[in-house]
């Protein structure tokens, strides 16, 4: 079963980031993504009340097209909708497109209220 959990395991983190960004986690918080007991993936999301931003979604190489990324990133935006105003991507993809997301200023941005899902994710 799939979970997204926060953690400020920094080891965690850090051994996730290293593999997936080839750097050491940024912050003291992340988002995991696990598949039972076993972490797949990282987040790196700054959240406040006004405006949130997905600054990093990363999935374990050995773990990559098989949809896990897609679901995780679903996952965060969902979360974010419930606490911000404001949603942005910290980088331009067409991947945002789907949900409802503009590029704005080398950014992807969409208001919470206008996020919508299509029905399957993307494998």
């Known amino acids: 079963m799939l979970k997204v959990q926060p953690t400020h395991d920094k080891e965690l983190?850090?051994?996730?980031?290293?593999?997936?960004?080839?750097r050491a986690f940024p912050k003291g918080v992340g988002y995991v993504l696990y598949e039972g007991s076993t972490p797949l993936g990282v987040a790196d999301v700054v959240?406040?009340?006004?405006?949130?931003?997905i600054v990093s979604v990363g999935i374990l190489p050995t773990e990559r097209g098989k949809g896990y990324g897609d679901f995780f990133t679903r996952v965060i935006m969902d979360r974010l909708s419930g606490v911000c105003r404001v949603i942005t991507a910290?980088?331009?993809?067409?991947?945002?497109?789907?949900?409802?997301f503009c590029e704005k200023a080398g950014?992807?941005?969409i208001r919470s209220s206008e996020l919508v899902f299509p029905r399957a994710c993307q494998k």
């Not at 983190?13 to 080839?22: A, K, M, P, Q």
């Open 13 to 22: 983190l850090n051994r996730l980031s290293e593999e997936i960004f080839g």
């Open 47 to 53: 959240a406040h009340p006004e405006k949130s931003e």
């Open 90 to 100: 910290g980088y331009t993809s067409a991947y945002y497109l789907k949900f409802g």
């Open 107 to 109: 950014k992807m941005e």
